[in-house]
């Protein structure tokens, strides 16, 4: 085959644009959709959860979550009544000693709380997608990260499951995987958000308690929502920049 | 010239170095994952990979897309904000069939879904309504009386079939 100058000027190019595309890797699942103008997190509003577990369930079913591990599940606070007979009664505080279950993750709900004394609500917990997130920070080889639009993910195919971030995590929201054998955790249902979807976690729940929220959205709700209400994170002293913003967080909340 | 007389075996052992470097460079380039560093220290290409993960929530605008009849009832109902897979479950299944009547979804089991969210217990936030199963339908499926779409008794129109709500379950929902 003769190649003149002309040909090969042409080909030369053409040739490196198609290798460019095999680099490229996977293509792009949702052509639509742009990293750069989200920034993910979740709000938990603490007084509208009544403790069903449909996140549970929802998220197990979503993302083949493994029996007996969880990428998000409840909790149940329990704070006595507290009433101080004497000095020493500090130690025992119930404010600083809450009661928890979290029977199966919450999966199938709670048992029926029959002492009506003192007060109970549920926390939800998921992971908080940090922007300065510990568990990215410890990953000896690259394979966690903050993707440009504010979730944290696991590369699973370049994870060697040292479990350094599973330790790393202030709110023990990761986990070896026990069949990968590589670390798992809540993904923001990344295939959902991309494709214009909310959560499977939030699709289920019964009352609204959770919310995904786009903080480079102007028109997400959570704008106003903040401006009216008094929300928190989880451990803020720790510095993470969680992005699970809970409203009516109780002080006794670990 | 004469600077360089002796100096051979520097050139050699640069060479080597050089040599070394090119071998570096060559394994670099087939060892490390092409889209890696391209927005930090990780492969790119693993975004892609995770969204790529099948969809099994269909979500309540597909669902309403066909089932408007049932999505109006609802909304005005107090289940208006309840999404319809919250109580029939991950539907893309159904949702993506070539033919959706292929795949049908299984109908829940009201004496077991309901219980879940409204079963009484002093956990629960106040002014959720909630009530004790036993007491207030004597373990009849919650649909003999109530219309989940639109659950207030008022409001919905029971079936023909339905029963008149009887005396003892009125009587625990006023309670509550």
Known sequence: MNINRRQMLILLPAAAVAWKSVLAGTPEVSPNYHMTDHWWGMLIDIPKCIGCGNCVRACQTENDVPDGFFRTWVERYHVDDWEMKNPQDILVNPMTDPTVISPDGGKEGFPVATDTSGKYFFVPKMCNHCADSPCTQVCPVGATFVAPDGVVLVDQKYCLGCAYCVQACPYGCRYIHPEKHVADKCTLCYHRITKGLTTACCEACPTGARQLVDLKNPKDPIHEFMKTHSLQVLKPQMATGAKAFYNGLDGSVR | ?176
């Open chain 2, 1 to 176: 010239m004469s600077v360089f007389k002796d100096a051979g075996h520097l050139f050699r052992f640069a060479g080597l170095f050089v040599l070394a470097f090119l071998i570096f460079l060559v394994v670099r380039h087939f060892v490390v994952p092409k889209t890696f560093g391209q927005y930090g220290h990780y492969r790119a290409a693993a975004i892609g990979e995770i969204a790529a993960h099948p969809v099994r929530f269909a979500g309540h605008d597909t669902c309403e897309a066909c089932h408007s009849d049932e999505a109006d009832k609802k909304s005005k109902g107090k289940h208006a904000h309840v999404n319809c897979e919250a109580c029939h479950g991950a539907q893309a299944k159904h949702a993506n069939a070539d033919d959706p009547s292929t795949v049908k979804p299984v109908l829940p089991d009201t004496t077991i879904l309901c219980a879940r969210c409204h079963t009484a217990s002093a956990a629960k936030p106040k002014d959720f309504p909630q009530v004790v199963p036993a007491d207030h339908s004597n373990g009849m499926p919650c649909d003999t009386c109530h219309q989940p779409h639109s659950p207030a008794m008022d409001a919905a129109t029971p079936d023909a079939t339905a029963k008149a709500p009887d005396k003892t379950a009125k009587q625990a929902r006023g309670a509550k």
